[in-house]
């Protein structure tokens, strides 16, 4: 041992001493003598509410899924040749191809000098000249207001408006984010307070996207299942709100109601009576409404459309819009753009109180600001091109494009769900996803059970295992007791998504073979 310090330091050891030993030779002197440092940060002492956060997208998995692929990559043989990931939103993963109007707005604004080049159309050179002059030293580089980009934020207004045929949007209320996840955790930063059973209730929907329920947990809130009817293509039933509501009082204080419309992970549109009634409940239950937005241009349903919380409640009269507290949530990551890396998004916050108002720029302040560059992405999907502008053409031509092959993709995943025995999905009105209600046999209930894991998540890891495809278990979601879900996206190209359906059958018909011990599976 003496020897190799002396190698490295080229002299006795009593000359250099522990100074000039390496961390591993530090460690053995100390080891010797007795006095082996502990860590500072171990399972014990970190933050339990760390520890209590669960994030079902990027799972146990998902992980496995990344360890196959690579193993692919170095020649190792499996039943497969390539991973099919279904399992996230991410729609330029899947192969969908970017906007151009959009990219050549951001690459603009990133790099100026193209301002001169005749290759862009100057609709997009005059976006990007404005978004330039409102950024410090005209350059996407620099630091924005924390609540964001002025011209942006009045942009954002002004979409608001013509979205909502005429209800005024102020641009003092418009907040731009990183991704709608950042304005939906700090909304909640600010809602939670108390303890005990004067602790913030936070009502959620059961399936729901497992932010909500991390974000929750992180700030040591309570949450609050309410559940939708899947007998009713997942509607929203205003007397489960109630049920809900009355039962958490009980142990907390509800403050606040979240809402996906469109849904993620069960894909329905919400009628505007649903919506009316969610909003009467909050106006008398004196909740606030988080409503969550990001796929109001992802409608499939022919006979179904998008209504924004705001627009209800200005149609409600001005008891209901100048006193309800909304805060509504909107991203560059879904919708037709997909452009989920750019973590570009908005919030508008209604009646929110003066005060509290000041607090919360303070404590958007902390993060500085959004990218700007996602400010910029944010500002062409409020801003795209008009009828008489040079890129109109092709910019309607690709957005029409992504939302028909969606539509499309949703019609084949349900209906070729709902010919496989034991799978029931419904209609996917909305969104990116499928949640199809799956049939686990008894037997297979009980040995994922004695394997200390959730029946479905069993049944998704195996199918990982035989067939390549990653989707996410139902139980990540939510879901009621004695169900058994999983969530696929419908963003594969249309060839990759039937091979995975003729795989999923294939694998799910076994499956049940071989728990059940039926020649053919009923439904």
Request: proline share 6%; hydrophobic share 35%; net charge neutral.
């Amino acid at each position: 041992w003496v020897q190799s310090i002396r190698l490295k330091t080229q002299g006795p050891v009593e000359q250099y001493g522990l100074k000039r030993f390496s961390t591993a030779e530090a460690t053995v002197i100390l080891r010797e003598n007795g006095k082996m440092r502990e860590k500072t940060l171990t399972m014990d002492t970190l933050n339990p509410q760390v520890k209590a956060v669960e994030y079902a997208v990027r799972g146990p998995i998902v992980t496995k899924a990344g360890d196959i692929e690579r193993g692919l990559q170095q020649g190792q043989k499996h039943p497969f040749t390539e991973v099919i990931k279904a399992n996230i939103g991410d729609s330029h993963a899947m192969g969908q191809k970017p906007i151009t109007f959009l990219r050549q707005v951001v690459a603009l604004c990133s790099f100026p000098e193209l301002l001169n080049s005749p290759s862009f159309p100057e609709d997009a050179k005059q976006r990007a000249r404005r978004i330039l002059q409102g950024c410090g030293g005209q350059s996407l580089g620099s630091y924005s207001a924390s609540q964001g980009v002025d011209c942006i934020r009045q942009d954002v207004a002004v979409y608001i408006e013509q979205r909502d045929k005429g209800v005024p949007a102020d641009w003092d209320n418009i907040y731009l984010t990183t991704g709608a996840s950042d304005g939906i955790v700090s909304i909640l930063k600010m809602l939670v307070s108390g303890q005990g059973r004067s602790r913030s209730g936070v009502m959620i929907p059961i399936p729901q996207y497992p932010l909500y329920s991390a974000a929750i947990s992180e700030l040591e809130a309570v949450q609050i299942n309410y559940y939708l009817d899947e007998d009713n293509c997942w509607a929203l039933d205003i007397n489960e709100l109630h049920r809900a509501y009355q039962a958490a009082k009980e142990h907390c204080h509800p403050r606040v109601i979240c809402i996906i419309n469109p849904g993620n992970p069960t894909g329905q549109v919400q009628s505007r009576k649903c919506i009316e009634d969610v909003l009467h409940f909050a106006y008398e239950e004196n909740l606030f409404v988080m409503s969550d937005e990001v796929y109001q241009d992802n409608v499939y349903s022919p006979d179904l459309q998008f209504h924004s919380f705001k627009k209800v409640l200005y149609e409600m009269g001005p008891e209901y819009f100048n006193t309800v507290e909304l805060a509504s949530f909107h991203s560059t990551s879904k919708g037709y753009s997909g452009e989920c890396g750019f973590r570009g998004g908005y919030m508008e916050v209604l009646n929110l109180d003066l005060e509290v108002k000041a607090q919360l720029v303070k404590l958007l302040s902390v993060r500085l600001c959004p990218p700007v560059s996602g400010q910029a992405a944010m500002d062409v999907i409020v801003n795209p091109p008009l009828p008489h502008e040079p890129s109109y053409l092709q910019f309607h031509k690709e957005k029409s494009a992504v939302l028909g092959a969606l539509a499309e993709k949703a019609q084949v995943t349900e209906q070729t769900l709902n010919t496989v025995p034991g799978i029931k999905c419904n209609p996917v009105q909305g969104a990116m996803y499928a949640f199809p209600r799956i049939f686990i046999p008894p037997r297979a209930v009980e040995e994922a059970k004695s394997l200390g894991m959730s029946p479905d998540m069993m049944y998704c890891l195996r199918l990982l295992e035989e067939t390549g495809i990653c989707l996410v278990p139902g139980s990540g979601f939510g879901q009621r007791e004695g169900t058994y879900h999983f969530r696929m996206t419908i963003l594969p190209t249309t060839e990759k998504l039937k091979v995975l359906l003729e795989k999923l059958r294939d694998f799910h018909i076994k499956f049940l073979k071989e728990y059940a011990s039926l020649e053919e599976p009923k439904r």
